[in-house]
């Protein structure tokens, strides 16, 4: 296994470094970048400059009415780091990012590890929170709805399960928000932000309180819209197991119907529903966080991700590319780990996987 793990961890670097080329060349492709920006900005400036009350011979004479100069164009493509050719730029960018360097933001000024940094709790608390839940929820109802295949309990559930799985995570959000947040009748919970104003203040349970106070909405809306899925896989992969040959076999030896379950179907039926697990973190990460990030206005990762495609700010682009990237790698390798761990009869090494 510790081979395994090693050709994995070696695996990573060309993974990254294809993903980062792909996405650097179809960001050179792509039309309104930092320096389109910076320069129909200058001339809009220049433009309303020319425009406040100068003689029409001073007009006629301003640089704004023409566009740039050379020289002040070359000043901004040398502000962004434009002055250098595609190839020494990707290549700059591959020896910070081996340092963890990600640059400094075109739009917020700021180093972007320590807008990663700031950024991080808001996205961890909802995704490891609301993964947690999800799982806690839809494993025992999974294994429930299987063993009660087509009785009252399975038709009951399904109906609830259906309108989870087809209704968004963010539908769910307004409507707790219309109900519980102030919007229309009952104002239990905040409205926004990840704690209160006087959170520093209070004391160590306060924090607690006030902390699980604000994630309950958001976490409630992912909970909702994103628990029927992995109730489906679970339930499906415990009714494939329990139609097996080996648990006609435990059966006939009068073992009880728990033990069963959890001494020989629960480990076998695990695997699919663990297999799902870093899809689970990235889609969370990824789609689920951006919505619930905005509704909720929780300043997190997937938000800033979002403003920097908008603003086309390119280190912080890359940043979350490269994050999100390296996490959904780790997350696979400890999926394939959990794996063999759960069932030691699977064996990576021996069947010459990579």
């Known amino acids: 296994m510790g081979i395994y793990i090693l050709k994995r961890l070696l695996l990573i670097i060309p993974t990254l470094f294809f993903i980062l080329l792909i996405n650097f060349v179809v960001i ?51 502000q962004y780091g434009f002055d250098q050719p595609a190839h020494i730029r990707f290549w700059n960018m591959l020896k910070s990012y081996a340092s963890f360097d990600f640059g400094t933001s075109f739009f917020k000024d700021k180093p972007v590890t ?34 009660q295949h087509g009785m009252l309990f399975d038709k009951s559930t399904s109906l609830l399960l259906a309108i989870g799985y087809a209704v968004p995570a963010f539908v769910f959000a307004v409507l707790l928000i219309v109900f519980f947040a102030g919007g229309s009748y009952f104002q239990w919970f905040p409205l926004q932000g990840l704690v209160s104003e006087n959170f520093h203040s209070l004391s160590w349970l306060g924090k607690i309180q006030d902390y699980f106070w604000h994630m309950t909405l958001p976490l409630l809306a992912m909970v909702i819209g994103g628990f029927a899925g992995l109730t489906y896989l679970t339930k499906y992969s415990f009714m494939e197991e329990l139609n097996k040959q080996y648990v006609l076999a435990a059966r006939s030896k009068g073992l009880t119907e728990s033990r069963v379950l959890y001494g020989h179907v629960f480990r076998n039926a695990m695997l699919i529903v663990i297999a799902g697990l870093p899809e689970a973190l990235i889609g969370i990460f990824f789609v689920g966080n951006l919505f619930i990030e905005i509704i909720f206005n929780l300043d997190g990762l997937g938000l800033l991700g979002f403003e920097a495609i908008q603003q086309r700010d390119y280190p912080v682009i890359f940043g979350t590319l490269f994050l999100f990237t390296l996490l959904g790698l780790v997350l696979r390798l400890i999926s394939d780990v959990l794996y063999q761990v759960i069932d030691p009869r699977i064996n990576f090494e021996s069947r010459g996987a990579e």
Do not use: C, H
Not at 45 to 66: H, V
């Open 114 to 147: 320590q807008l990663l940094w700031e950024k991080m709790p808001v996205s961890l608390s909802l995704g490891l929170w609301s993964t947690l839940l999800i799982y806690l929820v839809s494993i025992p109802l999974g294994i429930k709805k299987a063993r």
């Open 28 to 78: 050179q492709i792509a039309p309104g970048g930092p320096v389109e920006q910076a320069i129909q900005q200058a001339e809009a400036f220049q433009g309303l400059g020319a425009t406040g009350g100068e003689t029409a011979s001073a007009k006629s004479n301003y640089q704004g009415a023409k566009g740039l100069s050379d020289e002040m164009v070359q000043k901004i493509k040398a």
